[in-house]
Nanobody, 128 residues
Framework: QVQLVESGGGSVQTGGSLRLSCAGS????????VGWFRQVPGKEREGVAF????????GYADAVKGRFTISQDNSKNTVYLQMNSLKPEDTAMYYC?????????????????????WGQGTQVTVSS
């Protein structure tokens, strides 16, 4: 059974940084798509970034380009989201999601229903 566990959330001031981690276990495929999403109450879950674990292809939502960086450590089955220059509008619950045996460029990576597995989320709060 695939499990995803996020960590690294917290409270920072505007301009601060956080690094989120998504530790995966139970994978049987080496080629997976991992995405980071965020959600605030009353709004739809929003795709933030993706990484294809076999080819290292990555992508970002326009709102975070130049500020967020997604990366992976295959030896630890972990995907990271480095978030710099944080803004109050980045405040949300952040989730990682995965879909096995696909490249992210072959699916609609921004759509939550493109993913099979989800973590429990980690809260990020940015104060002004």
């Amino acid at each position: 059974q695939v499990q995803l566990v996020e960590s690294g959330g917290g409270s920072v001031q505007t301009g601060g940084s956080l690094r989120l981690s998504c530790a995966g276990s139970g994978y049987t495929y080496s080629r997976n798509c991992v995405g980071w999403f965020r959600q605030v109450p009353g709004k739809e879950r929003e795709g933030v970034a993706f990484i294809s674990t076999s080819r290292d292809s990555i992508g970002y939502a326009d709102a975070v380009k130049g500020r967020f960086t997604i990366s992976q450590d295959n030896s630890k089955n972990t995907v990271y989201l480095q978030m710099n220059s944080l803004k109050p509008e980045d405040t949300a619950m952040y989730y990682c999601a995965a879909r096995a045996a696909v490249d992210c460029t072959s699916i609609s990576w921004r759509r939550p229903n493109s993913y099979t597995y989800w973590g429990q989320g980690t809260q990020v709060t940015v104060s002004s």
